[in-house]
């Protein structure tokens, strides 16, 4: 079992900015690609932004050039850095991470339980 714990979410105005983290605990032995999902009301789960172990990243064309993803390695962290906030951002935000707890073994894919995001006009 790996726990993800998002955390940064809240109430913002648009045109703001958020920073959402989410950190990764238990018996880990290295994780792979981790990411960022959404749910807004009434929608279905869709990607945000993903970021491989060794820093390669991907956006949703909705998010690219204001979301920018990050982790670190050696806390078991991934970030959101989230600009320019639209009212079309709102949504829960959820941590995701491929994890791997011991050598040669194939990875786990985990979900933490998300944080809120809500953008006012």
């Known amino acids: 079992q790996v726990p993800l714990v998002e955390s940064g979410g809240g109430l913002v105005q648009a045109g703001g900015s958020l920073r959402l983290s989410c950190i990764a605990s238990?018996?880990?032995?290295?994780?792979?690609?981790m990411g960022w999902y959404r749910q807004a009301p009434g929608k279905q789960r869709e990607l945000v932004a993903t970021?491989?172990?060794?820093?390669?990243?991907n956006y949703s064309d909705s998010v690219k050039g204001r979301f920018s993803i990050s982790r670190d390695n050696a806390k078991n962290m991934v970030y959101l850095q989230m600009n320019s906030l639209k009212p079309e951002d709102t949504a829960v935000y959820y941590c995701n991470a491929n994890v791997k707890h011991r050598p040669w073994y194939p990875e786990g894919a985990y979900w933490g339980q998300g944080t809120q995001v809500t953008v006012s006009s």
């Open positions: 970021i491989a172990s060794g820093g390669r990243s």
């Open positions: 238990g018996r880990i032995y290295s994780i792979n690609a």
